[in-house]
């Protein structure tokens, strides 16, 4: 479009430049005649005059023949006087009962959103020096909505200074509605759209099929549709053909189509059966890349998976090994006491992250564990470790769906193992039984509480704060700091029990 009006323009302008020569030589003769009578019927008649004033009339015939073949008009304005050309007011449709003047009349024929740009966009035009082309909507006298597009160009004085702006002006209504607009929107558009018929053949194809499949418009409509299709893709396509009713508002699918070059493309389609011509009109998109990028993905992610998994599996199974050799070494010196406690600690700690790095790697997010079902699990190992036939240990965990990332989860878990340890050890009931029980609920929007503790006699107060810090209050106090908590023991609750506060790093629940 834009090609068509430069070429226009130009063709208008080199006749305009002519004819203003002409009109500038009709002004100098008419003045001479009138300064100088004598002179001028010496030198010039009436018959030049009349000669030169039939070829302006002739070129303004002309150009006005050009606006009419090419239905475009032109139009000036100098900021404050609107003038217009024959084919102008013919698209406009302008009465020629109209009493108020032509900028009344424009102002008449645009809405209100229009109005309020123009303001703005004569602001603009006063001081840019740049051509440019804007379209436009208007409601003629007689009714009809026209879609115009407009050219605009500075008018500049001999000082260079903008006094005003012209163009051209085009009706490109039937380019946007009716079958025109319909067929510019088919062949232009950069998806596939087709429609075809039920006996397997496209009746009308977009050019965007020949440009991906290779085909001519003529291959592709002379034979069945089921032969561009990848053998594989046949059957699958035949089913859903099958399916089309007509009362399903869209079906979608996807199948391959095999290039005249070999190749394979992917294509997704939208498609709706028309119930009255028993057509289907199809808009489809070639998705080869797309899905190519996807797979890709899914399949880095997949190594990525494989590879957390595999890290959290090995780190497990050198936890275990480690495990091991303390007992080994924990046997071999079996009558020192108080080395085989502190083997036997330091293999209750590393048994419990082992658990953690094994729950990841079972777990379908690796990123996050649920914490609950962590808890049972480490406290269910703990007890077991320590089951006796003199006295039962029970325990009770009362949790929220609350999922923690692997910084947080080692560290509680540690933690976890510390307080129980000490429970089971020391926290019986006069008969020697154990009951622990753990709480963990949310906190205020970002936190998470944990209540911890059992209902033994033997409960020691202000344990955290001992001058006589064991290794595990140390480790405890040195945990709480990692995951930014604050932890306090509970003394009117009866027994040894501790509630922590920390952050929700994760900030995930359900």
Excluded at 142 to 167: A, D, Q, R, W
Excluded at 201 to 206: A, E, G, R
Excluded at 281 to 310: G, N, P
Excluded at 428 to 438: E, K, L, M, T
């Amino acid at each position: 479009m834009n090609t068509e009006l430069d070429l226009l323009i130009l063709e208008i302008e080199k006749t305009e430049t002519k004819l203003s020569s002409f009109r500038k030589k009709v002004f100098e003769l008419k003045s001479f005649i009138e300064v100088d009578k004598e002179f001028s019927d010496s030198n010039f008649n009436n018959d030049d005059l009349n000669e030169i004033q039939h070829r302006i009339e002739e070129k303004d015939k002309l150009i006005e023949d050009t606006e009419s073949f090419f239905k475009i008009g032109r139009w000036s304005f100098d900021f404050d006087n609107l003038e217009w050309s024959a084919e102008t007011y013919r698209i406009f449709e302008y009465p020629e009962d109209y009493k108020g003047t032509l900028r009344e009349f424009y102002m008449s024929c645009v809405d209100e959103k229009t109005a309020a740009r123009l303001k703005e966009q004569g602001r603009l035009r006063r001081q840019s020096r740049e051509n440019s082309v804007r379209n436009q909507v208007i409601i003629t006298p007689l009714g009809n909505k026209k879609l115009l597009t407009f050219t605009t160009n500075p008018i500049l004085n001999k000082s260079g200074e903008i006094v005003g702006i012209e163009g051209l002006v085009k009706d490109i209504t039937n380019r946007i509605t009716g079958k025109n607009g319909l067929d510019n929107f088919f062949n232009l558009s950069c998806d596939l759209h087709c429609i075809a018929s039920f006996d397997r053949f496209f009746l009308k194809v977009s050019p965007s099929w020949v440009k991906l499949l290779g085909y001519t418009e003529e291959e592709l409509l002379s034979k069945s549709y089921m032969e561009f299709i990848h053998p594989d893709d046949v059957h699958k396509t035949y089913e859903k053909i099958e399916v089309f009713d007509g009362i399903t508002s869209v079906y979608q699918f996807e199948n391959r189509y095999i290039t005249k070059s070999g190749e394979t493309v992917l294509i997704s389609w939208n498609s709706q059966l028309d119930p009255e011509t028993q057509l289907l009109y199809c808009t489809a998109r070639d998705i080869t890349k797309s899905q190519m990028a996807q797979d890709q993905l899914l399949s880095d992610l997949s190594s990525k998976d494989l590879l957390l998994r595999e890290i959290h599996h090995r780190v497990k199974n050198n936890l275990q090994i480690i495990s091991s050799l303390l007992s080994l070494q924990s046997g071999a010196n079996s009558e020192e006491k108080h080395l085989v406690k502190l083997y036997q600690d330091s293999q209750s700690r590393i048994k419990s992250m082992a658990a953690i790095h094994e729950m990841f790697y079972q777990s379908e997010q690796l990123d996050k564990i649920e914490f609950g079902k962590y808890m049972e699990k480490l406290i269910g190992d703990l007890i077991n470790t320590f089951a006796s036939e003199e006295y039962t240990i029970d325990f009770t965990v009362d949790a929220e769906t609350v999922y923690v990332n692997l910084d947080n989860a080692i560290p509680l878990g540690l933690i976890i193992n510390e307080v129980v340890t000490n429970s089971i050890k020391h926290g019986g009931d006069a008969a020697g039984n154990v009951r622990i029980f753990v709480k963990m609920k949310t906190f205020l929007d970002d936190k998470l509480q944990l209540t911890i503790g059992d209902t033994g006699v033997n409960g020691i107060k202000n344990v955290l704060d001992s001058s006589d810090e064991t290794l595990g209050v140390l480790l405890i106090n040195s945990l709480v700091d990692q995951i930014d908590g604050k932890i306090e023991q509970m003394n009117n609750c009866g027994g040894t029990t501790f509630q922590l506060i920390f952050s929700d790093k994760l900030n995930i629940k359900s």
